[in-house]
């Protein structure tokens, strides 16, 4: 069975200040794929990153970066100098096999000025 | 990538009418998926529409309740029937790309029954 965890259910911070997501997945297949998705108020599904299993190299795309750590079964999602706009929910969510995506609950992230 | 469009993208409905939405896709796909996400909830899978075959449901969903057509490779409905306020949710359309290896989502409908 698949299953995504994402303990923080919602994060409050300050502008700037740095902010990690944490996501803990579980599958027995050896070939998997992990996402992230953003999710703005106005209720789109924001596709941010996808990392397959085989790929432990961590990513950064401006300031936003990615842990991939397959001893720990972890994905975490960090945003530097965080922004207003960055308020959103955020998704981790796993595709295994040949089944559809596993969504964690997400988390809430609010950023205040 | 994919692009899809998906309409509308709400509506507020009365309750005992149904609402049907569309989800068009830039390129053809074999499989494309409908998601509903509660309020304040994550998303939850409620069917897979193959072109040319019946919807295959989740657990919990009928078809009674969400008829979904899909009638060629790039186009697909689903229609909430009967509805009541606890249908109210954003229903997500989605398709998967490069081997089933990539998840595109549709803007989504946000539905609210009153």
């Known amino acids: 069975a698949q299953k995504v965890t994402q303990a923080q259910t919602e994060i409050s911070v300050v502008e700037k200040e740095d902010v990690t997501l944490d996501c803990v997945y579980e599958?027995?297949?050896?070939?998997?794929?992990l996402f992230w998705y953003k999710q703005p108020p106005s209720g789109e599904l924001v596709f941010l990153i996808r990392?397959?299993?085989?790929?432990?190299q961590n990513e950064i795309s401006g300031r936003y970066s990615w842990n991939f750590q397959k001893s720990t079964s972890s994905f975490n999602f960090t945003i530097t100098a965080s922004q207003v706009v960055d308020s959103a929910v955020y998704f981790c969510?796993?595709?295994?096999?040949?089944?559809?995506?596993?969504f964690g609950k997400g988390t809430m992230l609010l950023v205040s000025p | 990538s994919a692009v899809i469009s998906q309409k509308p993208s709400r509506d507020i409905c009365q309750r005992g009418t149904s609402l049907t939405i569309q989800c068009q896709v830039d390129?053809?796909?074999?499989?494309m998926f409908w998601y509903r996400q509660q309020p304040g909830q994550s998303l939850t899978l409620i069917a897979t529409?193959?072109?040319?075959?019946?919807?295959?449901?989740e657990s919990g969903f009928v078809i009674d309740k969400f008829p979904i057509s899909r009638p060629n490779l790039t186009f697909s409905t689903l229609t909430v029937s009967n509805m009541s306020p606890e249908d109210s949710s954003i229903y997500l359309c989605?398709?998967?790309?490069?081997?089933?290896?990539?998840?595109?989502f549709g803007q989504g409908t946000r539905l609210t029954v009153v």
């Open positions: 989605s398709v998967q790309q490069g081997g089933g290896t990539e998840a595109f």
């Open positions: 599958t027995r297949d050896t070939t998997y794929y």
């Open positions: 990392r397959n299993s085989f790929d432990e």
């Open positions: 969510a796993l595709l295994s096999g040949y089944s559809t995506l596993t």
């Open positions: 390129s053809q796909v074999t499989m």
């Open positions: 529409a193959n072109q040319g075959s019946e919807a295959t449901y």
